[in-house]
């Protein structure tokens, strides 16, 4: 069974950082690609970034991109999300996602596990 488990989420000021975590078990860690999503009241769920097998291939939304970098330990089996910058706008409950494949991928449909989340709000 696989489980991803979300940590780090919090409150934070405008400009703050905080450091996303997922840990996963039920399956080698080093072979699936892993996502960061995120849903905000009232919207739909958003693609945030996403890292590939051998961390040679990162993706980012626009909206993200220079502010947050994701990352991977294969042997923690864990995926980080390191956010700077924040901004009331990146206000939602982020999930971590996996999925097989090679390269990082944006289409939360290609994803075949997910996490409970972890809330993140930003203060202005």
């Known amino acids: 069974q696989v489980q991803l488990v979300e940590s780090g989420g919090g409150l934070v000021q405008a400009g703050g950082s905080l450091r996303l975590s997922c840990v996963a078990s039920g399956r080698t860690f080093s072979n699936y690609v892993m996502g960061w999503f995120r849903e905000a009241p009232g919207k739909e769920r958003e693609f945030v970034a996403s890292?590939?097998?051998?961390?040679?291939?990162?993706y980012y939304t626009s909206s993200v991109k220079g502010r947050f970098t994701i990352s991977r330990d294969n042997p923690k089996n864990t995926v980080y999300l390191q956010m700077n910058t924040l901004k009331p706008e990146d206000t939602a409950v982020y999930y971590c996602a996996t999925k097989n494949g090679y390269l990082a991928d944006s289409d939360y449909r290609q994803y075949d596990y997910w996490g409970r989340g972890t809330q993140v709000t930003v203060s202005s």
């Open positions: 890292i590939g097998r051998s961390d040679g291939s990162t």
